[in-house]
Every structure is written in C-alpha cells, then in structure tokens.
Nanobody, 117 residues
Framework: QVQLVESGGGLVQAGGSLRLSCAASGKIFSINGMAWYRQAPGKQRELVAAITSGGIANYVDSVKGRFTISRDNAKNTVYLQMTSLKPEDTAVYYC???????????WGQGAQVTVSS
C-alpha cells in the first residue's frame, strides 16, 4: 500500500501564500498520477490540480495562474504552491495518488487551509 502524509496547511491572509507538501511512502512503484483535491464545508470535493510523473500539469480554472503543482520524484513528494490566496480557497486540501489521472486509490489525511479576508 501507499501512505500519503500532508503538511503545510494553516491560516493566511487574503493575498498571501502557502505551500502544501505530500510525501508518499510504501509501495510507490506505479504512482504515475498525483493530485490535489479540496473540499469546503457543504460543497463537493473538487480536483484542484493534477500532475503526471513526467511533469504535465492541469488545473481547475479558478486557480490557474495562482497555484502551481510540482513533484520531486526522487523524494516521492508532490507540492502545491499557492499564491494570491482568496477566501474562497478555504477548504481541506487532500493529496491523492494513483496509476493515472483518473483513478486515485491513495489519499492523504487532509490539511486545513484557511484564508481570511
């Protein structure tokens, strides 16, 4: 199995920045896709960003130009650099991993990101 441990959440003012990290351990041989999801209270979980092992990234429109997903394959870690944060970015952020960008059987524990106005 694969374990994903997240870090880097917290409270930040609007316009500020945070970086989330997610380190994978265990059976990591076939982790080609990694992603960040978020879920705000009362809302559906949404895909924020995803990245392949080759570094090809995709983003939800609402974060384009503000968030950057990256991964360090040597460290088995995926990052989400968040800048120009808005109150509507407030959510629990989950990292996910899987064999592709469709199926994510492995999930992190979640990290709270709160953006104050």
């Amino acid at each position: 199995q694969v374990q994903l441990v997240e870090s880097g959440g917290g409270l930040v003012q609007a316009g500020g920045s945070l970086r989330l990290s997610c380190a994978a351990s265990g059976k990591i041989f076939s982790i080609n896709g990694m992603a960040w999801y978020r879920q705000a209270p009362g809302k559906q979980r949404e895909l924020v960003a995803a990245i392949t092992s080759g570094g090809i990234a995709n983003y939800v429109d609402s974060v384009k130009g503000r968030f950057t997903i990256s991964r360090d394959n040597a460290k088995n870690t995926v990052y989400l650099q968040m800048t120009s944060l808005k109150p509507e970015d407030t959510a629990v952020y989950y990292c996910a991993a899987g064999p592709n960008l469709v199926v994510f059987p492995f999930w992190g524990q979640g990290a709270q990101v709160t953006v104050s106005s």
